[in-house]
């Protein structure tokens, strides 16, 4: 065979190959169509802001030459919208708005009605009746009835068969309807809910789609159709839907130039009448405390009666978007491909990047056109990559025929979960595969002493607060001694110490941790004191032993944490404080680990829930690097007193142990564990135990 005969036999086995590439390359983009759809997403979004801030700049000569204004014409804002907010300056200055009075509603809505608006969204949820006042709800109720039918209320939608309405009053005299927004391709809100199919099979129209239908004067009930995956008005089709019920958001104006007001403009009446007549008017949260927020592809986070604006606004103008066509995509991909199966078969690579730059120019055209001109998402991420995948691949097969050689580019991967399970991984790859090993480790748990009472009293956004402010304190402290977050469960923390990372000083980490969390919570609790917020205890067991660590879970998902009898015993230890009405127990592995560094008395032999061993378990007291002298030595007198009284008690000499604990007792009262203990002495003096009584503790509860 001659070296010709060689090439040309090669360049066919090549073609051979191009034409599988290209045609796994179709099936690829076939199968999976909506792996480039957070991609089309984006680059719409770019179209978005582009036209957005080009439209802000005012006076430069290059934009006006080029004329890029017209190309990205900018929607005008919709002037039958006005937005009431109640911001941070309503809520200081209405009295009894943050805590969410029905009057202070009442006597808004009442000077609302004054105003004339055409339709009213109360985009503010009322669950109950006023708790504190229930006439100032019966005032709610009449403010409402004053508006008349112009009143949509928001429900709350618990999930996608089931909702909560307002209070039974209000349902009386005005229409509730659900609002929710989703995200669509990826974490961005960009479409909102037009109806609700409640468990019984009845649609309801949404929040913002009974507001638009009132705005303008459609019957809901004959002439509005959601069906076939279109929103109907008197059999014309107006609003494609998406799994027939949401509609695609159209960001096509700054969201900030929405008419708006202060709440409080309101409550004091001083908005002008022209601004409200006959208009369409939604009363709504937007504060710094308020948790309803959603992110936008163009503004970031924005609040509820903002996005609830654009909804509405997009109805009115049918400025809404059209969802992309699966089968439009797929057949632009497939004319793509073949094209340039033939195309770059023949011609040299210069021509072929010519081609790929000029087809990716026009789909990213009939991107921006499709958006900004006919408000519809047409997909051409598919075909463009299509297009740059072919290129790429036959650049590459050029250079095999041609070099007979090529360099692949690794591309590495990491599972990242924190850092230094990261670098463990990085030592031994094959860490990241579903098993574990035994490795002796110190497991850390905590616990907020009767947080559910404690929240009780407090709203859920202080609620929230203060848990955030404990959690990142206590968590900052646990990574400040290499430990292991290992997870959060509600107001409990989970660490691990000596894992992934060997630490041969664990037991020592996870002691000096928890006496340092102890230090900062009375801190923290000084500072809650001065601003009248609840004081909290925080109960803490550690336990040293065995356990099994590593990734846990399943094939798709799986966690870093440790599972084992030592990990239940820790967890003991942790409720275990409450007999003792002590702050941190761990276990006696624990304890003679730690013994160099902080100081520890023996407090009992604890018989803990579905344990048959007894534990000796051990206060932690205090840490001998501290610079607290007094402290230090506080320690020292505390251990020695208790420990002494024990053994004492081990030993029936009731008496001796009386007698040491009671004049420990007299300097230091405010030693729990010792009251209790001595108690219990006290009262075998009266009633002696039996003379096979064992000095064992049994824990009766988690």
């Known amino acids: 065979m001659t070296l010709n005969n060689k090439k040309n036999n090669k360049q066919g086995k090549a073609d051979i190959l191009t034409l599988v590439v290209f045609v796994c390359l179709f099936f690829v983009f076939f199968v999976y169509h909506n792996l480039w759809s957070t991609f089309d997403c984006w680059l719409q979004d770019f179209w978005q802001n582009a036209r957005i801030n080009l439209n802000r700049i005012e006076g430069n000569k290059v934009i006006d030459t080029l004329k890029l204004k017209e190309l990205f014409p900018v929607r005008s804002m919709n002037q039958d919208i006005v937005l009431i907010i109640i911001d941070d300056e309503s809520l200081i200055g209405v009295d009894g708005l943050f805590a969410n009075s029905h009057g202070v509603y009442a006597k808004a809505l009442n000077n609302l009605k004054k105003l004339n608006p055409k339709t009213v969204g109360i985009d503010v949820f009322f669950p109950t009746e006023d708790p504190k006042n229930k006439k100032l709800s019966e005032y709610l109720v009449n403010s409402v009835v004053g508006l008349g039918d112009r009143v949509v209320l928001k429900s709350y939608r618990r999930d996608d068969m089931r909702i909560t309405p307002p209070f039974s009053a209000l349902l009386t005299y005005a229409e509730p309807a659900p609002s929710y927004f989703k995200n669509y391709r990826d974490k961005a809100i960009r479409s909102v809910s037009l109806k609700f199919k409640n468990q019984e099979g009845f649609s309801i129209p949404s929040f913002q789609t009974l507001l638009w239908a009132k705005y303008r004067g459609i019957d809901i009930i004959n002439d509005l159709r959601m069906n076939n995956n279109y929103l109907t008005v008197k059999g014309e089709k107006l609003v494609k839907l998406i799994n027939s019920e949401y509609m695609l958001l159209n960001y096509d104006r700054p969201l900030e130039r929405f008419r708006t007001f202060s709440f409080v403009n309101l409550y004091n009446n001083e908005i002008p009448a022209s601004v409200i007549e006959n208009k369409l008017v939604i009363i709504g949260s937007a504060n710094s405390m308020t948790q309803e927020k959603y992110f936008t592809p163009i503004k970031g986070d924005q609040f509820s009666p903002t996005v609830n604006a654009l909804a509405i606004s997009n109805l009115l103008d049918k400025s809404y978007l059209t969802p992309s066509s699966t089968w439009l995509t797929t057949i632009m991909t497939l004319i793509v491909i073949i094209l340039l199966y033939f195309i770059f078969s023949y011609s040299p690579p210069t021509l072929c990047l010519i081609v790929t730059v000029i087809i990716d120019a026009i789909f990213l055209n009939v991107s921006l056109i499709g958006l900004l001109k006919y408000n519809t998402q047409i997909d051409v991420v598919s075909p463009i990559m299509a297009a740059t995948l072919a290129f790429i ?58 947080f559910t009472t404690l929240a009780e009293g407090m709203s859920p956004l202080d609620v929230v607060s203060l848990l955030n402010e404990y959690l990142t304190a206590m968590t900052d402290i646990i990574f400040e001694y290499n430990g292991l977050l290992d997870k959060y469960e509600g107001d409990a923390i989970m660490a691990v110490f000596g894992a992934p990372v060997d630490q041969t000083d664990h037991a020592i980490r996870a002691c000096q941790c928890a006496l340092k969390n102890q230090k900062v919570l009375n801190q923290l609790r000084d500072k809650w004191h001065t601003e009248g917020k609840p004081e909290m205890r925080v109960r803490i067991g550690i336990n040293t032993g065995v356990v099994v660590v590593g990734n846990m879970g399943s094939t798709m998902r799986f966690d870093y944490t440790v599972i084992g009898d030592n990990v239940n015993l820790a967890a003991r230890l942790e409720a275990a404080n409450k007999i003792f009405n002590s702050s941190i127990l761990v276990s006696e592995e624990t304890a003679t680990l730690a013994e160099k560094k902080v100081i520890s008395r023996k407090i009992a032999r604890l018989k803990a829930i579905g344990k048959t061993v007894y534990t000796n378990i051990y206060e932690l007291l205090a840490d001998k690097d501290s610079d607290n002298a007094a402290q230090i030595e506080k320690a020292y007198k505390s251990k020695e007193a208790y420990e002494t009284a024990d053994n004492y008690l081990m030993n029936r000499d009731f008496e001796g142990a009386e007698k040491v604990l009671g004049l420990y007792l007299r300097d230091n009262p405010d030693d729990q564990p010792a009251k209790i203990l001595y108690n219990k002495i006290k009262g075998f003096l009266l009633v002696p135990p039996p003379a096979d009584w064992e000095n064992i503790v049994k824990q009766e509860e988690k």
């Open 393 to 450: 691949f036959m650049i590459g097969k050029r250079y095999y025929i041609e070099f007979s050689e090529k360099k692949h580019i690794k591309s590495a991967f990491q599972h990242y979960v924190t850092a230094s399970v990261v670098n463990e991984i990085l030592k031994d790859p094959s860490k990241l595969n579903l098993h574990g090993e035994e490795r002796n480790l110190t497991i850390f748990f905590s616990d907020i002493e009767g």
